[in-house]
């Protein structure tokens, strides 16, 4: 007889769901990617980033890995993160003429890159990821809002898919010791702060608000260098437990 009741498996299975519905994202973002409506691509990332920021703290919160043994909530979850964080994003890059005409097929190499760091079996740390994580989707909302040369949207493309091979240790957000409410409030505001500029790409207040949001992707880029290269050498010296 299992251990757990019957509303422990229920509730456990109810946030296998909730990690599930981050395909629901990615249906409404390849619908905008078929309409070449990119509102819809940019609600289908905020959703699925929200799921994604949410799901693992339930999932540790309810002991899901314990209730539902028989069931990889993390490679759902990594099937997800996948489709929405990467491959659709990449797609979108040529989709909406953001790579120079003739090369939309370099948006393959964060793919490719994304489907190596994703199949890592180090690619985290209980508090960080391993190598520049897979924030096409972010990086999708700058270049396309800001009207990105298409040529600087394949350096960065390129620059950032090198980095993912690169082991720094960047700050996973929500499970962070290093600087962590400092990065959970900044992150949500600046969430938050894009949700109008998904709405209306276009507006006139959509160009410098977005640039005003750049704060935290700069913020996020020096608070994991400092917690790669300040704490994890420290922990890194620290001589072997007894």
Request: hydrophobic letters at 55%; charged letters at 10%; one cysteine or more.
């Amino acid at each position: 007889m299992s251990r757990y009741s019957v509303g422990q498996k229920a509730a456990a299975w109810g946030v296998h769901a909730f990690t599930a519905s981050g395909l629901a994202c990615a249906w409404l973002m390849m619908v905008g990617l078929q309409q070449k409506h990119i509102q819809y691509v940019f609600l289908g990332i905020w959703a699925a980033t929200i799921i994604d920021s949410v799901d693992g703290t339930l999932a540790r919160r309810l002991n899901v890995k314990k209730v539902l043994p028989g069931f990889d909530g993390g490679l759902l979850d990594n099937i997800v993160d996948f489709v929405t964080f990467a491959f659709i994003p990449c797609l979108a890059l040529s989709v909406f003429g953001l790579l120079p005409p003739g090369l939309e097929w370099t948006a393959c190499i964060p793919m490719f890159a994304s489907a190596y760091q994703f199949c890592q079996s180090n690619a985290k740390t209980p508090d960080s990821f391993v190598g520049f994580p897979s924030y096409w989707n972010i990086l999708l909302i700058y270049l396309y809002v800001l009207e990105a040369n298409p040529w600087l949207s394949l350096a960065s493309i390129v620059v950032l898919s090198i980095l993912v091979f690169v082991p720094i240790h960047y700050l996973y957000p929500s499970k962070a010791r290093t600087l962590r409410w400092p990065t959970m409030i900044f992150g949500f505001l600046w969430a938050f702060m894009l949700v109008p500029v998904m709405l209306f790409p276009e507006a006139d207040w959509a160009y410098p608000l977005t640039w005003a949001s750049f704060t935290f992707p700069v913020y996020y880029l020096l608070a994991s260098f400092y917690h790669h290269f300040v704490v994890v050498a420290g922990r890194a010296h620290e001589p072997p437990a007894a």
